[in-house]
């Protein structure tokens, strides 16, 4: 269990400008989540996939964020123009589907600064 | 919708001493509970969880937490602190049957020597 990761740890960018950031979850974990955490506050909640398929997205994700889970496996998560408001943590998480094993593994995220 | 509350920002407490983190929710429909902890640099571990039965469910690290339905809490305790509990502490609640997770804004916890 080499755990999620993320890349890059630190992302600094223009407003403007499009960014991706990728996850690599557990590899036996069907389940990705993406998050969001703004300085003093939780995580919020974006999108999960089960497999390759997107199940559900918080009206957070505006049409500016898109992801992707090709082939069930990492997830890209891309911001177009960003704004500074989009300066967050941005988490990634992957789960099994087992029942009882109600558990997310969390990734260190990555931070994104928006000048 | 679902909303949790964590009614303390920061926490303070000295080492050996126990500790209470209080966390209430609100939801329109049942739900599972979660208490993670993030450590500096570290990502989001899970501490303990409840999904049924009894309602006092005990987690890593010594800590534990009792669930009260009828005054909607979940608050998380130990009886007796580390430094190495400094972290910052999100409750958090998943609607039966939905995936999302709705954490409340974190407790810091910071142990005095």
């Known amino acids: 269990d080499t755990g999620v990761s993320q890349d890059p740890r630190h992302k600094i960018t223009k407003r403007g400008q499009n960014v991706t950031f990728r996850c690599d979850p557990i590899?036996?974990?069907?389940?990705l989540y993406w998050y969001r955490q703004t300085l003093g506050q939780g995580p919020e909640f974006l999108t999960y996939f089960q497999n390759e398929a997107q199940l559900e997205k918080s009206r957070l994700l505006s049409d500016r964020f898109s992801a992707e889970r090709p082939k069930g496996s990492f997830s890209t998560l891309e911001i177009q123009r960003t704004e500074q408001g989009d300066s967050a943590m941005y988490l990634c998480?992957?789960?099994?589907?087992?029942?009882?094993?109600?558990?997310?593994?969390f990734g260190s995220g990555t931070q994104l600064s928006v000048l | 919708a679902q909303s949790v509350t964590q009614l303390d920002s920061q926490v303070p407490v000295f080492e050996e001493a126990p500790v209470e983190l209080r966390c209430n929710y609100s939801s329109s429909v049942s739900v599972y509970l979660f208490w993670y902890v993030q450590y500096p640099n570290q990502g989001l571990q899970l501490l303990l969880k409840?999904?049924?039965?009894?309602?006092l469910v005990k987690g890593i690290n010594g800590f534990e937490a009792e669930f009260n339905k009828s005054q909607t809490s979940f608050h998380l305790r130990k009886p007796s602190v580390h430094i190495s509990d400094t972290a910052e502490y999100f409750c958090?609640?998943?609607?039966?049957?939905?995936?999302?997770?709705?954490f409340g804004q974190g407790t810091r916890l910071t142990i005095n020597p």
């Open positions: 958090a609640v998943r609607p039966i049957g939905a995936q999302k997770l709705v």
């Open positions: 590899s036996e974990h069907n389940r």
């Open positions: 409840y999904l049924s039965g009894s309602t």
């Open positions: 998480a992957s789960s099994t589907t087992d029942r009882g094993n109600e558990k997310l593994f």
